[in-house]
């Protein structure tokens, strides 16, 4: 039997992200207004009453005020009803007093799932992998994590991401390797002669070579 193809637009980083209206846990949702002067972060679950799931779920509701800290809303999404979203919601709730109080979005024509490439054939046709979007308040989309529904995602290294574009676009800057807030981060290289001379004349970086040198932020 042929594999019924399924068009996925997957969206690229520096586009802007795809706006949509949806019916969700929280009602209706117009992405363009929700994203307005925030960032967003949209991520996607394979199925509501499901072990990973419940715990990435659990896992962004208990950051919840990280995310605001840092003005980020969060929005979820699976191939569910809006009564199977409820339900789960209600049941996660009862069971450890975690509680999504952010929009989950109820997906069930696959709209959203298509436009932002959340369905890959070979993980499933019916289910959305474990993707992760950072979108600015300008609307772009600066960070794309694809996880495989049979492992979960890494809520550090989501949070830390946040952290470094943000700072990364407050200060102009690049972040190396493993970077976590606190640490040193890299400017950019010199693009002529003069600034070669201005750079290797600044002592307050720490110079590796003329291209790579990292300075602390406060």
């Given at each position: ?36 002067e ?36 969060l ?43 959340m ?93 790579l ?6």
């Open positions: 039997m042929e594999t019924q193809e399924i068009k996925n637009t997957m969206p690229r980083i520096g586009d802007i992200a795809p706006d949509f209206e949806a019916i969700t846990t929280t009602g209706n949702l117009k992405f363009s207004d929700y994203n307005k925030s960032w967003v972060i949209l991520f996607s679950h394979p199925a509501d009453f499901t072990p990973v799931c419940t715990t990435e779920m659990s896992g962004f509701a208990n950051e919840s005020n990280f995310f605001e800290k840092h003005n980020t809303k929005i979820g999404l699976s191939i569910d009803s809006i009564h199977s979203h409820i339900a789960w919601v209600n049941a996660v709730d009862e069971k450890t007093g975690v509680l999504f109080e952010f929009p989950i979005i109820a997906d069930l024509d696959m709209k959203v799932a298509k436009l932002y490439g369905l890959q054939p070979g993980e499933s046709e019916t289910a959305a992998v474990r993707a992760v979007f950072i979108i600015d308040p300008t609307g772009k989309i600066r960070l794309i994590m694809y996880y495989p529904l049979n492992v979960g995602r890494n809520m550090d290294e989501i949070k830390r991401a946040l952290i470094a574009l943000q700072t990364s676009d407050e200060h102009k800057v690049a972040m190396p390797l493993n970077w976590q807030p606190g640490d040193k981060v890299i400017v950019g290289a010199p693009k002529t002669l003069e600034g070669l001379a201005a750079r290797k004349a600044d002592t307050e970086l720490e110079q590796i070579d003329w291209y040198a990292k300075k602390s932020i406060g």
